[in-house]
């Protein structure tokens, strides 16, 4: 299995809604990534997982609440979002090794999420 | 600030030109330089570059990194209307010793014409 998995691909929410973006990988990959894409715009980062702890978290506000349950396994939970929150939402994995890290990235498909 | 520009924005050709995308990098602890097609969803791996001066190449694209000059190039040959995407530059740094951080260019949109 050489893929990183997004569901859903879609959503639609209110901004009082609470909902959760799922991404697992089962490539033994030991870090994992959110970035959000807006339209015609590169990926900008959002947070870094590394050995499913957090270490990196790019001034995300609050309403963005990420989890790493298990090494598989990358949640992003949403609350009291904003219309102008609506973007692609990408996942992606990379292998990591402590004193060594392997630097090819690999993107899961993404949900595109749309706040009304 | 690490800082990633690629040049052009948009390039519209037609089918059989050969086009030439460059990306500029300023990033501190460099690592790689990732090269990426985007069509409708997720970016799809091109290209990765770590050493200088050694081009790689897969079918009609190739590309090539220059660490003195912090830039790199990706060259598409014989175009066709499937290379039409935005193609995406980003430059890793060692955020850690287990993960790294990408930084993106702005991409460049390329559309080829029958």
């Known amino acids: 299995d050489t893929e990183v998995t997004q569901t859903p691909k879609h959503l639609v929410m209110g901004m009082t809604n609470k909902k959760s973006l799922k991404c697992e990988q089962h490539?033994?990959?030991?870090?994992m990534y959110w970035y959000k894409q807006k339209a015609k715009k590169p990926p900008e980062l959002m947070f870094v997982y590394s050995y499913e702890k957090l270490s990196i978290n790019e001034s995300v506000p609050s309403r963005f609440s990420p989890e790493c349950p298990n090494s598989s396994l990358l949640n992003l939970h949403l609350h009291a979002l904003q219309p102008e929150d609506s973007a692609l939402y990408l996942c992606a994995s990379s292998q990591g090794h402590l004193g060594r890290w392997n630097y090819g990235y690999t993107f899961g498909s993404g949900t595109r999420l749309t706040v009304v | 600030e690490d800082k990633v520009v690629q040049s052009p924005l948009s390039l519209v050709v037609h089918e059989g030109d050969t086009v030439t995308l460059n990306c500029s990098y300023e990033?501190?602890?460099?690592?790689?330089l990732l090269w990426y097609k985007q069509e409708k969803k997720a970016p799809t791996f091109l290209f990765m570059l770590t050493s200088s001066g050694i081009e790689k190449k897969s079918g009609r694209l190739s590309s090539i990194l220059d660490k003195k000059e912090l830039f790199s190039i990706l060259n598409i040959t014989a175009t066709q209307t499937g290379d039409s995407a935005i193609y995406l530059c980003a430059a890793s740094n060692a955020g850690g010793t287990s993960y790294g951080k990408l930084t993106f260019g702005q991409g460049t949109i390329l559309t080829v014409h029958p």
């Open positions: 990033v501190t602890n460099f690592r790689s």
């Open positions: 490539m033994g990959h030991r870090a």
